[in-house]
Each structure stands twice: as structure tokens, then as C-alpha cells.
């Protein structure tokens, strides 16, 4: 480890650098839902998989796209959605939307373009006069006019929604080969910490951290499979460590003990576990005292002050970057909006601002929230994005264009 506070990007890269891969597996693509592809999903078939009429009307064939408007056509059959294979026999065939187009048809009338002449039962049957000239593939879907076989459809690093299941299940895509899920542990140390539902006495409080850094990290895709406090010994500490990597976990975000008071025991415990720490200390805030390291088993250990907020924007950059890399996924591209009041900052630093948006006039603008202490939880609650402020300026004017990124960063 180098000894020296390292730039917000410099720490992401490095994040990236150091994420592991994980294996991959075959499961049904209708239980996929929030796993990442670990391959290209190609088209087995043509969508739709043959001709169809896109209304209710009537299938005309060519012969009757010359005919002048107000022509009696017989009306010969039907077609209805389900139906195999027909044949145009010389007039004109009632079919429903959907219904799969019979040959020789080259248009579809919708019914309410028709005039209906006489019934099926009728003497004569049934005829339809045209209100108007009918262009040839009116009203008509084309096999493969949606999706084509052969073509990647969905790319390797998607993590699946539930409009890729649509289209999975239309192409009749059984089994999908995806990323292993990624296990993370939790670990938050302070020997002042109570569960959520106890009273705070005698200069405790609620470990508020744990509960959102597990929901976080489920909403990110990950399985939480250890979740533990952690009192204020060195010893304590490394059996947390231990059980973490013991159930399997690839990431372990550990809460508080990183920084420079008499308790913040993360970096000597991790030195004595023979762990590599890649960085401790950004230039950023919240998160200064930030730690990464990696783990003789392979996991990866994130040490995230305790400020809620320090955790919560560790947790939302450092930590997501690495599920991201684990599963394939591409970097986050931020969304960009226009800075609604001018401010001053510390050069040099990555400042990460909890900020509303609004567009209301049709142009994306960033409001930064008041009160951003690291202690305070109802900013955060009220925001809807991290706004960053770039290293290289001291001084940002009305009108500036911020990089903005999701509060909860699921996506």
C-alpha cells in the first residue's frame, strides 16, 4: 500500500482492478429476475414468428388493393388467432388481430375502415365495400419485424428486469447463463451499538448502519449471508473477519474502527490477518478514512467510517463498483444536470453532496440539500441523487454541470 491519501478515482480503479470475477451458472430465465448475464443472449427465432394481422379487419389480396373504393368484395372465410396455415381463395377474409396471415394476403383493412354488406348467414353472405385505397403490408406484422434469429438481443453484463423477462419469454428462452450471486457479510463494530428496536442508555445508540447497508446490498443484487456487531477488541474483530469468510462471503463491508481514535483497531487486525491494504485514506468527503483490502481467502474487505453517511456513500461507490466488476457490468455512467447555486469548495477534493433534482422547464437541475454533515440522516432521505464536485475546482458557479448519481444506486 502506498501511504498517502489517494484521489475518489483512484480508488475506484483500484476497486475495479482488484474485483475477482465470479463464476457463472444456468438457471430458469423466469427466476433470473435481478441476476447479471454472463453471456450474449441470442434469438433462437424470428419475432413474431410469422405474419399476423396487427388489427380486426379483413385480409385483402392484391387483386383487391385495385379495386376502386366502394367495390363489393365477397368475404370467403375467417381466421382467427390460433389458426394454422390458410390460403387467400379470391375474396377477402375476416381475421383477427394477431391471427396469423393466410397466404396471398397483402393488406389488412381494419374493420371500422369497412362498410358491412349482408351476414354469414345471409343470402349471399357477407361482402365489404372499402372506404378508402389500401397500401400494400397495411395493418400487417412481418415475421422477424420485432426481433430477427441470429440476433444478440440482450448483451453479457445486463442485469435482468423485468421487461428482459418479457422478451426472454416471447422468444421462448427457457434458461439464461448468468454471474453467481455475490455474498457479502456485515460487520459493525462499536461496543456502543444496540440493535434497532432497544432503547438507547448510558451513551448508546442504535446500529442504524447495519440494517440499511444489508437492504442496500440486497437491492444491489447481493445475498447478505452474515450480518454481525462487532464490540470494540481487536480479537472480536477477527472472528468476525473469520465467520465472514467462513459463510462463503466475496465482499465483507465492515463499519467504523478506521480512523485515528484509541478504537480504530481495523487496520492492526487486518495487518495481523495478513491482509494487503490497497488504500486507506481518499481525498473525498464523507469517507475520508476509507479503507480496501484484500483478504488471503480472495474476499474483498471494505473498512467504511461510521457516520451514517460516510458508510452509506462507501457502501452506494466503492462497494457497488466491485459488485459491478464481479458480475461483469460495466462502470456507472452518471446522469449530468445544472448546478442550481454557485459554491465553494476545498481544491482537490471529491466532494460527494446529497442533492434534489427537479426539470421542472425541461432541463435536468441539481439542488445540493443543506445540512450535509456526515452524522445527519434526514438529508439523506430527502435526496435523490449524490451530487459529485470534481477535484479540479475550487469554486463552482450557478450553471455548472455536476455528474449525478441515484441515491440507493439499485439499479
Not at 433470473?32 to 380486426?56: C, I, Q, S, T
Request: aromatic share 4%; net charge negative.
Amino acid at each position: 500500500m502506498e501511504n498517502r491519501v489517494i484521489s475518489f478515482r483512484e480508488a475506484l480503479a483500484a476497486v475495479r482492478a482488484h474485483a475477482p470475477m465470479l463464476p457463472v451458472e444456468t438457471v430458469a430465465a423466469a427466476q433470473a429476475l435481478g441476476r447479471v448475464l454472463a453471456e450474449d443472449v441470442v434469438a433462437p427465432e424470428d419475432l413474431p414468428g410469422f405474419d399476423n394481422a396487427a388489427m380486426d379487419g379483413f385480409a385483402l389480396g392484391p387483386a383487391h388493393l385495385a379495386f376502386p373504393p366502394d367495390t363489393p368484395i365477397p368475404v370467403s372465410r375467417r381466421q382467427f388467432a390460433g389458426d394454422g396455415h390458410g390460403v387467400m381463395d379470391g375474396g377477402a377474409c375476416q381475421i383477427m388481430t394477431g391471427a396469423r396471415l393466410p397466404l396471398g394476403a397483402v393488406a389488412v383493412v381494419p374493420i371500422e375502415r369497412v362498410q358491412l354488406d349482408g351476414a354469414w348467414d345471409a343470402p349471399g353472405g357477407l361482402r365489404i365495400r372499402l372506404a378508402e385505397t389500401v397500401a400494400p403490408d397495411a395493418n400487417i406484422r412481418r415475421a422477424g419485424q420485432d426481433v430477427q434469429a441470429g440476433q444478440a438481443v440482450l448483451v453479457a453484463g445486463t442485469r435482468l428486469a423485468p421487461k428482459h423477462l418479457l422478451l426472454l419469454a416471447a422468444l421462448g428462452i427457457g434458461v439464461v447463463v448468468v454471474r453467481a450471486v455475490p455474498k457479502a457479510a456485515v460487520l459493525c463494530t462499536g461496543s456502543e451499538l444496540l440493535a434497532e428496536h432497544e432503547a438507547p442508555r448510558d451513551g448508546h445508540i442504535r446500529n442504524a448502519n447495519g440494517p440499511y447497508l444489508c437492504a442496500a446490498l440486497a437491492a444491489m443484487g447481493a445475498e447478505v449471508v452474515l450480518y454481525r456487531a462487532v464490540p470494540d477488541a481487536l480479537e472480536a474483530y477477527t472472528d468476525a473477519v473469520r465467520a465472514a469468510e467462513a459463510a462463503g462471503a466475496h465482499v465483507i463491508v465492515s463499519t467504523g474502527a478506521v480512523s485515528m481514535g484509541v478504537h480504530d483497531f481495523v487496520p492492526a487486525a487486518l495487518q495481523s490477518m495478513r491482509a494487503e491494504t490497497v488504500f486507506h485514506k481518499l481525498a473525498m468527503r464523507p469517507g475520508k478514512p476509507t479503507l480496501f483490502a484484500l483478504l488471503p481467502s480472495g474476499a474483498l474487505l471494505f473498512g467504511l467510517p461510521g457516520n451514517p453517511m460516510s458508510s452509506a456513500c462507501g457502501l452506494r461507490f466503492f462497494v457497488q463498483t466491485a459488485l459491478r466488476a464481479m458480475q461483469g457490468r460495466p462502470p456507472e455512467r452518471p446522469r449530468h444536470a445544472v448546478l442550481m447555486q454557485a459554491l465553494d469548495k476545498k481544491p482537490d477534493w471529491t466532494l460527494l453532496q446529497r442533492a434534489a433534482l427537479a426539470d421542472d422547464d425541461g432541463v435536468l437541475r441539481v439542488q445540493l440539500l443543506p445540512d450535509q454533515e456526515s452524522f445527519r440522516i434526514q438529508p439523506f432521505v430527502q435526496a435523490d441523487v449524490w451530487a459529485l464536485l470534481p477535484p479540479d475546482a475550487a469554486h463552482l458557479p450557478t450553471g455548472s454541470v455536476l455528474a449525478v448519481y441515484p441515491i440507493d444506486g439499485a439499479d
